[in-house]
């Protein structure tokens, strides 16, 4: 069992940075696979960034060169660090583990966006 909570969502002006954090229970963390995705009211789910247990990462068009997220294995924790903010990127943000057959969210923290 994985047990995942985020930390770090707010209010920020255009432009500005944010750092979401995604602390885990559960022995088998390092080996999964941590994903950050993003829901807008009557809008899908959709991937942000994942990272996999080696460090390798991936973006969405819409955040890449904006976005990193990263991983520290020893604490359990994956971060989004999140710069030049749009209005667009305003969601509420989740994160996701997935190891084998299991697959846990977090409860999401929720980002704004605006002046």
């Known amino acids: 069992q994985v047990r995942l909570v985020e930390s770090g969502g707010g209010l920020v002006q255009p432009w500005g940075s944010l750092r979401l954090s995604c602390a885990a229970s559960?022995?088998?963390?390092?080996?999964?696979?941590v994903g950050w995705y993003r829901q807008v009211p009557g809008k899908e789910r959709e991937l942000v960034a994942v990272i996999i247990s080696g460090g390798t990462a991936n973006y969405a068009d819409s955040v890449k060169g904006r976005f990193t997220i990263s991983r520290d294995n020893a604490k359990k924790t994956v971060n989004l660090q999140m710069h030049s903010l749009k209005p667009e990127d305003t969601a509420v943000y989740y994160c996701?583990?997935?190891?084998?057959?299991?697959?846990?969210w977090g409860q999401g923290t929720q980002v704004t966006a605006s002046s």
């Open positions: 996701r583990f997935s190891y084998g057959l299991g697959d846990y």
């Open positions: 559960g022995s088998i963390f390092s080996v999964g696979t």
